[in-house]
């Protein structure tokens, strides 16, 4: 299989031969691994039991797809990827806005996928055949694994099609095995002397609902494009990719979520998950785990290393998409090492991804209202000047900025990080929402209303006379 060539230009036609069963596929196979089980563990590691981690898990879970999934369509029009789509609101150079939060989600989580799947790996080849659990393992370990994801995102996204169409069956095999193998231990109680983390139930709870169930979706809202440019708007329906959409977050989220807070509630792990999850396996469920730690690992972190390449191709046009994917890998391979060494794992998954839940919301919501404005229809060539190094067309509007879309954006973030509350930072807004963490309604809101209000109610659409392009100076 040759390695991909084509980063962020426009998709042709002729290779738009993907479809809605082949969203599914690759949304559920890429998340079937441990860098999304964990978030199951989080409402345990807040004190909450079953029934309170599985309905914020949900209820957190529906509403991000409520967000979510319509960005799906947007690159089904555009034929390129998110951020670069977002060109059309933000200006061909004020779409950097969407590149740059692209990036960081895209680098936590596969920071995130990496250290867990490492450490769950580590901790099950202790057991299996004693290696040493010290941290030069861990970081053999750590880079092992970086460099089989490597393979994957360099060669692009038929590669990684096809692993996602195979751990979609072989993690759902692997997870059905695991529910017999922690069956024993299950208990739908919380875990003994593990408090509420924000000290009453509701704050809690809410705070899962974010943390754990909104979080999950929200990391796509740069992701989809990456997919849907391949799926022709000509042979397959909006309305089909949006419900391909729906369904394979829905299920490609839930089903590795809820078996991460099964699995946290039989082993009992409130201030850790990988050591609790490897210890209370049984013998007969180690290679399974090994393989489940390694495979959807690589399957998870190769999709997000992918679209990592594509934000850095975004952002600087001169490298090409395997150079940048090597660089990315090589930032997020650190970003692993400091997660293991010098942070707690609850403490560092809350923070960031209320964090980039704060900055992404906005960003996604005024996408969303642009798309609506102009009816879906797009001028593809002028989205692709900055990438060509020109100026001009319908998207350029102040020296290739949208001023009052970007300060929308910036005030809406703002706003939201003024507004959030993780175990390492508290805003100074958090004491007028009682203690608890509306950042991301706060942001969406703040952000999408500005950006209604000071823009015309129409996008630019094709068509629209504007200024030539011609080559930057």
């Known amino acids: 299989m040759p390695i991909e060539q084509r980063g962020v230009d426009t998709v042709p036609e002729a290779e738009r031969t993907s479809g809605p069963r082949d969203l599914v596929a690759i949304l559920l196979g890429s998340n ?11 409402p345990v590691s807040f004190g909450l039991g079953l029934w309170a981690s599985v309905t914020s898990v949900v209820t957190g879970t529906l509403v991000g797809v409520a967000v979510t999934a319509p960005l799906a369509l947007v690159s089904l029009r555009t034929a390129t ?24 989600l895209s680098l936590g989580y596969t920071a995130l996928t990496l250290w867990i799947g490492g450490d769950v790996m580590v901790g099950t080849l202790a057991r299996l055949i004693g290696l040493p659990t010290g941290g030069a393992t861990h970081a053999v370990v750590y880079a092992l694994l970086a460099a089989c994801t490597v393979v994957g995102a360099v060669y692009g996204y038929r590669l990684l099609l096809k692993l996602s169409k195979a751990l979609a069956v072989g993690m759902t095999l692997l997870l059905a095995l695991g529910l017999l ?5 299950f208990t739908t ?5 593990t408090p509420y983390l924000l000290g009453s139930f509701w704050p809690t709870w809410l705070l899962s609902a974010v943390a754990a169930g909104l979080s999950g979706p929200v990391a796509f809202i740069t992701l989809l494009g990456d997919y849907t440019r391949y799926v022709s708007p000509e042979r397959h329906s909006s309305r089909s990719v949006w419900r391909a959409t729906c369904l394979g977050l829905l299920v490609g989220l839930l089903i590795p979520q809820l078996f991460g807070t099964f699995t946290a509630l039989a082993a009992r792990g409130s201030l850790d998950y990988a ?13 399974p785990l090994l393989v489940a730690a390694t495979a959807g690992s690589v399957g998870n972190a190769g999709l997000m290393l992918y679209s990592m390449g594509l934000d850095l191709d975004a952002i600087l046009p001169r490298a090409t998409r395997a150079r940048a994917t090597l660089v990315v890998a090589a930032v997020a391979t650190a970003f692993v090492f400091l997660g293991h060494f010098a942070s707690d794992a609850q403490s560092a998954m809350t923070s960031f991804v209320l964090l980039l839940t704060a900055i992404g919301t906005p960003w996604a919501v005024i996408t969303l209202i642009g798309h609506l404005r102009c009816g879906g229809v797009y001028d593809p060539e002028a989205l692709q000047v900055y990438n060509r190094r020109s100026r001009g067309g319908i998207y350029w509007f102040s020296a290739g900025w949208h001023p009052r879309a970007t300060a929308s954006w910036a005030i809406g973030a703002a706003v939201g990080l003024a507004a959030v509350s993780t175990p390492l930072y508290e805003g100074p807004l958090i004491a007028l929402t009682g203690g608890i963490d509306c950042s991301f309604v706060l ?19 094709a068509g629209t006379a504007a200024e030539a392009l011609v080559p930057a100076e």
Not at 82 to 103: E, H, I, K, P, W
Not at 189 to 193: L, S, W
Not at 275 to 287: E, F, K, M, T
Request: charged residues 10%; glycine residues 16%.
């Open 275 to 287: 050591g609790p999850l490897v210890d209370a396996s049984p013998a007969w469920y180690l290679v």
């Open 189 to 193: 109680a919380a875990v003994p002397d």
């Open 443 to 461: 942001s969406g809101i703040v952000g999408g209303t500005l950006y209604a209000v000071l823009t015309p109610n129409r996008a630019p659409a």
């Open 32 to 42: 079937l691994c441990l860098g999304v089980i964990v978030f199951g563990w989080l």
């Open 81 to 104: 990827n998110l951020s670069t789509s977002s060109g059309a609101f933000f200006g061909v150079r004020g779409r950097l806005v969407g590149s740059v939060v692209g990036l960081l």
């Open 181 to 185: 193998a922690y069956a024993g231990d």
